[in-house]
């Protein structure tokens, strides 16, 4: 027996031994990218789009329409304050100017297999908290695991295929993937913040907090009035303010948020003074708020900057949990009572371009019919699809902009009378074979989208539709969210350049009766589940495309949702008292590689006084 067990601890030791010495042997590697090699070498000092030598100082001031009630953003209680990840730093960081790469921040280095079945992070041996003590392997365990525990509800289907994680001594952590076919794992791992254990062990982790926490960020919470203003702070000693993807961002020595119940209050405080950036979300404010003599005199600048994101997709979302938006039938007609073309006419002032796919704006959008390398994955699952989907190039309803649409509401009440809806002849109303009659609320959470509903109402109002419209507060709009409490909302679903496992949380049927998940609208679907599985498993750049072109389809024809807008550029407003980079990058902003110019502050403030 002894002999046997010793075989079995010197077998066990064997293999630790030849793991360890086969986890020496990867190269260190300084970034991962999802496809393909880093844009920027290992020797790099910063990102092409950022000023390392810009200056320090002065304060970036924004707006936010709302409230929060809580500094903690990681669990499904209370409204987040407004950029509190500023006060946390991630294992590794994206640069905005690759679809998706990451490079090292909390980790110095990372080591990954070619096939891609774990990835060890060197945490940098400078990462520090606020308060001095380093980051160590037990504080990404003790976040990951927390996350799992008591966490947003996204977590767990985000990590799913985490099967563990393990310190390995010596500042390395590693993650073991129990599905090696998800190649964008390593980097799903990266986007991990690290959170101190030592300041939450006697604290509880799943309830929310209006207590400064702790972090290793840039910057720190320096004061706030809860629900009303919050103001960070940049940690003058912060650790990483050398490292190459950091150099040139955080240049503002204070980023301050004030909250607002009104956006037109808020508009009207911007062109006052009361902050100094904005970016605008609203068409008709674009279009006939930024004017005036302080953006003739260059006191206020308008601006629009181009970018190459993808759009995702914003529209109309019904909850498939709701008995009357079961069948596809009535989802399809009731888009045809939504004219987008005389909205962008009349209330967008034509800025807006239809949206037609869920990955709008990139390359993984669907278009025209399936080619050859779709079908591969849609043809297997032919029997839970729409026929449209093989069949069909998939279009919204297009109206000639003058606000007549019988022929459009012709075809949605034949698709109403199909699915069981019949006009009462005496009521006029859109009832059942129960004599019960087709009414639903939309929930908004602004009150700028009334405008945009209630044309939308008065049409559904001549198909026998009741629509009732309901604005509530932030707060009980994001509770109501969460626990699925609503007929239909405006959603918007943003999508990355590498849709990978947050899919799961959008579309999946695990997510569906999770509460707090982003599956919205309830989807149940077994096709689905397979198509989005097969994109998070794809190996490569184009077949992650070709499979995402194929859910798209899926999404599309089962008509989820009454299909928005979007526009390809950024509509900022700021007071001209900034400088920023001469390359703006590809996709994103990159707002905070802009800083304070002394020379135009000193100018604006002399003119406004004046």
């Known amino acids: 027996m002894k002999r046997l067990l010793c075989w079995g601890f010197c077998a066990l030791s064997f293999l630790w031994v030849s793991s360890v010495a086969a986890n020496e042997e990867l190269p260190l590697r300084h970034a991962l990218a999802m496809n393909g090699e880093p844009k920027y070498s290992a020797d790099f000092t910063h990102f092409e789009y950022a000023n390392p030598n810009a200056p320090k100082g002065g304060q970036l001031h924004q707006s936010v329409i709302g ?30 100017d690759e679809p998706f790469t990451e490079y090292g921040l909390l980790a110095a280095h990372v080591q990954m297999p070619e096939d891609r079945s774990f990835v060890i992070f060197h945490l940098h041996p400078d990462a520090k908290f606020h308060d001095g003590a380093s980051v160590k392997p037990a504080d990404v365990i003790f976040t990951f695991n927390s996350l799992l525990e008591k966490g947003d509800p996204f977590y767990k289907k985000y990590y ?55 972090g290793s960020g840039p910057y720190r919470i320096a004061e706030f009035e809860a629900g009303k203003t919050i103001t960070y702070e940049r940690v003058p000693d912060y650790w990483g303010k050398d490292r190459p993807a950091q150099r040139g961002h955080y240049n503002f020595d204070r980023i301050r948020y004030d909250y607002y119940r009104d956006s037109t209050v808020a508009l009207e405080a911007f062109n006052a003074g009361e902050y100094n950036f904005r970016q605008e ?145 005496n009521s006029r109303k859109r009832v059942n074979n129960a004599g019960e009659s087709f009414s639903f609320e939309i929930l908004l959470v602004s ?63 695990e997510s569906a009766d999770l509460e707090g998940s982003r599956n919205l609208m309830g989807i149940r679907n077994p096709a689905v589940d397979q198509l989005v599985e097969s994109l998070i498993a794809a190996p490569n750049r184009q077949e992650l495309i070709t499979r995402t072109r194929a859910l798209d389809r899926a999404l599309l024809w089962n008509h989820y949702l009454i299909p928005h807008w979007h526009i390809n550029y950024f509509r900022v407003g700021y007071w001209n008292r900034f400088s920023r980079p001469a390359i703006t990058p590809k996709y994103g902003l990159g707002l905070l590689t802009w800083w304070e110019d002394p020379t135009k502050a000193a100018k604006v403030d002399s003119q406004n006084k004046n």
């Open 67 to 96: 409230t929060y009630d809580s500094f903690h953003p990681f669990i499904p209680k209370g409204v987040g304050a407004e950029d509190i990840g500023l006060i946390y730093e991630t294992l590794m960081i994206s640069s905005q």
């Open 160 to 214: 799913k295929d985490v099967q563990s994680v393990t310190d390995l001594g010596e500042g390395r952590v590693r993650f073991d993937f129990g599905d090696s076919t998800n190649q964008e794992l390593p980097l799903i791992v990266g986007q991990l913040p690290v959170l101190p254990q030592h300041y939450w062990e006697n604290r509880d982790f799943g309830e929310s907090t209006l207590e400064p926490p702790l």
């Open 281 to 425: 979300n609203t068409s008709k404010d674009w279009a006939t708020m930024y004017n005036g003599p302080k953006y003739e005199q260059q006191l206020i600048i308008k601006e629009e900057i181009h970018h190459e994101l993808p759009r995702g997709m914003q529209g109309f979302a019904y909850n498939l949990r709701r008995p009357i938006f079961q069948d596809a039938r009535v989802r399809e007609a009731l888009g045809y009572a939504f004219d987008f073309e005389w909205s962008n006419q009349n209330l967008f002032y034509g800025q807006y371009r239809r949206s037609t796919s869920y990955y709008t704006n990139s390359e993984m959008a669907s278009s025209g019919l399936p080619s050859e390398a779709e079908l591969k994955y849609l043809e297997p699952l032919k029997d839970q699809l729409p026929p449209e989907v093989f069949t069909t190039e998939f279009r919204v309803p297009v109206s000639d902009g003058s606000g007549n649409l019988r022929s459009q509401l012709r075809q949605a009440g034949a698709l109403l009378s199909a699915a069981g809806w019949q006009v009462d002849a």
């Open 447 to 509: 009150p700028a989208f009334e405008r945009i509903v209630l044309p939308f109402k008065k049409n559904l109002e001549r198909l026998g539709i009741d629509m009732s419209v309901r604005v509530v507060d932030p707060s009980q709009y994001v509770n109501r969210l969460r626990s699925f409490d609503f007929d239909m909302v405006v959603t918007v679903v943003g999508q990355s350049l590498s849709p990978g496992n947050e899919q799961r949380e959008f579309w999946h049927s």
